[in-house]
């Protein structure tokens, strides 16, 4: 098994939506309810052309993309741009074979001089992989909101995640 960790290009998107869109139709991972087709997705993948602290890195097993790791604006206010949102999501049939603790290793290296000042993740529970994944990048929960998702005839609580960068 060989994991290789890349930028994302346009050529990568369909396999990124790929990957999404399966959490989208079988997972309380992510509260969008309808998949999305690439071209839907064009305005959130040109975020990442800057290759500032907004980044999209891949990961490749074998040379199939397995799985992606993101970081994007925490909000839109400029006041807010010392912070950020990240995010990985791995191929359903990738699970389990470290590819989520590769892409943040490098994510978080290569945001390393962007004078980023905290990072943030929201995961819905319960996602105890997702928790420990964010723990062991010295993520800390700092709060829950509760039932503010409603996704598979459920309500679902999201914690809140930090991390000094």
């Not at 912070?83 to 990738?94: C, G, L, M, N, R």
């Not at 943030?120 to 039932?147: K, M, T, W």
């Amino acid at each position: 098994m060989s994991i290789e960790l890349t930028d994302c290009g346009p050529g990568d998107y369909d396999a990124v939506a790929q990957i999404y869109n399966h959490y989208v139709r079988t997972s309380h991972a992510t509260f969008d309810v309808l998949p999305f087709s690439v071209v839907e997705r064009i305005p959130w993948f040109t975020q990442f052309a800057d290759n500032g602290a907004y980044r999209l890195l891949l990961a490749r097993l074998d040379g199939v993309v397995a799985g992606y790791a993101c970081s994007t604006p925490f909000k839109s206010r400029p006041a807010y741009q010392q912070s950020i949102e990240t995010t990985v999501y791995v191929a359903a049939d990738a699970l389990g074979q470290g590819i989520g603790k590769k892409l943040y290793e490098t994510l978080f290296r290569q945001l390393g001089d962007c004078g980023l000042h905290r990072a943030y993740a929201s995961i819905a529970l319960p996602n105890d992989a997702s928790v420990r994944l964010h723990e062991a990048f010295g993520f800390r929960q700092v709060g829950i909101c509760h039932e503010v998702g409603f996704k598979f005839d459920s309500y679902w609580d999201v914690a809140i995640f930090e991390k000094c960068l």
